[in-house]
Nanobody, 115 residues
């Protein structure tokens, strides 16, 4: 059974940084594209960043140049380094992986940017 566990969220001031982590189990991690999504209240869940099995990355326009996704296959971990945070980044952040037609999600980790 696929499980995703996120950590690293918290309260941060504008301009600050956080690093989110997601530990995956129940799948052959290195073969999968891993994704980070976020959802703010009243807003649709949006794809923030993706990293393929070969390490290719893509980002939402809103986070390009500020966020970096990376992975550590030996420990089934995917990270999201978030810099220059602003209030628009406040959301619940989810780790995601798709296996054929099934989407798997973690429980989410809250990021709140406030002064």
């Amino acid at each position: 059974q696929v499980q995703l566990v996120e950590s690293g969220g918290g309260l941060v001031q504008p301009g600050g940084s956080l690093r989110l982590s997601c530990e995956a189990s129940g799948l052959n991690f290195r073969f999968y594209t891993m994704n980070w999504y976020r959802q703010a209240p009243g807003v649709e869940r949006e794809l923030v960043a993706s990293i393929t099995s070969s390490g290719n990355t893509t980002y939402a326009d809103s986070v390009k140049g500020r966020f970096t996704i990376s992975r550590f296959n030996a420990r089934n971990l995917v990270y999201l380094q978030m810099n220059s945070l602003n209030s628009g980044d406040t959301a619940l952040y989810y780790c995601n992986v798709r296996d054929f037609s099934t989407n798997y999600w973690g429980q989410g980790t809250q990021v709140t940017v406030t002064s």
